[in-house]
């Protein structure tokens, strides 16, 4: 102490997940900017013992810690939203990390807020996504706060973190597996070591939701997933919250080896990046839901869907959560989901989901009009002049081209 005056303590309020990383921070970060570190723990799903991530934070020199269960929240605000959007990037990522980002940023200032801090600080590195994630959000919550990143200042390598932490007698977990993991309860992303050469499989030991193969059970598995307003609402008939829908569609997925996502990914900042995931549930309620959208909506409102579905994944991977045109884009796709009401059939064996069957309330999907069956209502005369009309334009192009 000595120095420093009272008045030049800093207060700051950190985004705390219990890795190396973030428990590094706490004492870097005190000392760097002669701060108190508050830090907050946001449970978004994760598979952790929060109790154990509060001791590790106490010991690492925090001042105090929050541990904010937003699961909930998570679920119903977050996820629920990305389910009416089919929401995946590059048609593949299905967004677990990106959307998690913005709330856990959001609890964590509100603490600073609360503890009248002077910044709020996260662990993200200056090439990924998840910093922007963070700053746009901390910025709109609490815009007069100054914002630390200490991984885009300290330029230290992962062996010399471990070093700072036993030279500070840090509680690390010497054991730690070699992949950077992110976890809550859309989905597990998996990334560095070996991962980074694209052409490597990932070895077993990266998953944990998703079984090998050779382990699945060798008879098939069928589903029903009810749908209300568009969102996931019964399991096999049950009705049941969707954080507890979506953990047994994890396991259920992940016992079949169904779930996992591989693919090379277009980071915002320019760089392409091999990413693994394992989201069973999130593949099966977005395949699930947009094949009951198309029960309901006719062409024209699908393919402009698609393109504001593409845009909201767009802009929810590039960290833009408080951006008004996310906003906008929900209000329109809320519109769209009113009234999908209806049921998935689903099986999964071996690695593979199939959809084998749906139902809807009130579809647009009309038997008495397509059935090829003597009682269909549909006037097949009226077929002659349609046809006729529709390729006139063609016709007549072809005309002009014979001369
Ligand atoms: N590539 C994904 C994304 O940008 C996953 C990021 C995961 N973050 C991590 N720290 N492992 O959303």
């Known amino acids: 102490m000595g120095f420093f005056s009272r008045e030049d303590v800093m207060k700051v309020a950190l985004a705390y997940s219990g890795g190396l990383d973030t428990t590094v921070m706490i004492k870097w970060i005190s000392q760097r900017y002669n701060a108190e570190v508050i830090t907050v723990t946001v449970d978004v799903g994760q598979d952790e013992d929060f109790e154990e991530i ?5 010991k690492s020199g925090a001042v105090k810690h929050y541990s904010v269960d937003a699961k909930q929240k998570f679920a119903e605000e ?7 959007a089919n929401a995946l990037y590059e048609k593949s990522y299905p967004l677990s990390s990106a959307l998690s980002r913005p709330l856990i940023a959001e609890e964590t200032a509100k603490v600073a807020l609360k503890e009248g801090c002077d910044a709020v600080a996260h662990g993200c590195t200056g090439k990924g996504n998840d910093q922007l994630r963070f700053d746009a959000t901390f910025a709109s919550v609490a815009p007069d706060l100054k914002i630390i990143a200490p991984v885009r200042e300290w ?19 010497p054991v730690k597996s070699r992949f ?26 990266a998953f944990k939701l998703v079984k090998p193969i050779e382990q699945t059970p060798d008879k098939p598995e069928e589903l029903v997933i009810g749908f209300a307003d568009g969102i996931p609402t019964t399991l096999n008939g049950e009705r049941m919250g969707l954080v507890e829908l979506i953990r ?3 396991v259920v997925g992940g016992l079949h080896g169904y779930g996992l996502v591989d693919h090379v990914e277009d980071r915002v900042v320019g760089l392409k990046s091999r990413e693994v995931y394992e989201l069973p549930a999130a593949l ?7 094949d009951l959208e198309k029960m309901y909506l006719g062409r024209r409102f699908q393919s402009f869907k698609q393109i504001v579905d593409t845009t909201w994944a767009e802009l929810v991977y590039g960290g833009l959560w408080a951006d008004p045109l996310r906003k906008a884009l929900d209000e329109f796709i809320d519109y769209s989901q009113k009234g999908i009401n209806g049921e998935v059939r689903l099986r999964l064996f071996k690695g593979s989901m199939r959809l084998v069957g749906r139902r809807a309330e009130k579809p647009l999907y009309h038997h008495k009009y397509i059935t090829y069956a003597r009682e ?19 016709r007549l192009s072809s005309l002009r081209e014979k001369g």
Request: aromatic residues 10%; negative net charge.
């Open 376 to 394: 269909s209502v549909f006037d097949q005369k009226a077929g002659e002049g349609f046809s006729k009309l529709w390729s006139l334009e063609t």
């Open 180 to 205: 950077s993991v992110d976890e809550n309860l859309w989905g597990r992303s998996i990334e560095a070591a070996e991962l980074e050469d694209p052409w490597t499989e990932p070895p077993a030991e």
């Open 248 to 250: 047994k569609l994890n």
């Open 78 to 84: 977050y996820v629920a939203k990305a389910i009416k």
């Open 155 to 173: 330029n230290m390598s992962r062996d010399e973190e471990i070093e700072y932490a036993l030279e500070h007698r840090l509680p690390i977990n």
């Open 284 to 290: 099966i309620l977005i395949n699930a839901h947009s």
């Open 54 to 58: 509060e001791q590790k934070a106490y």
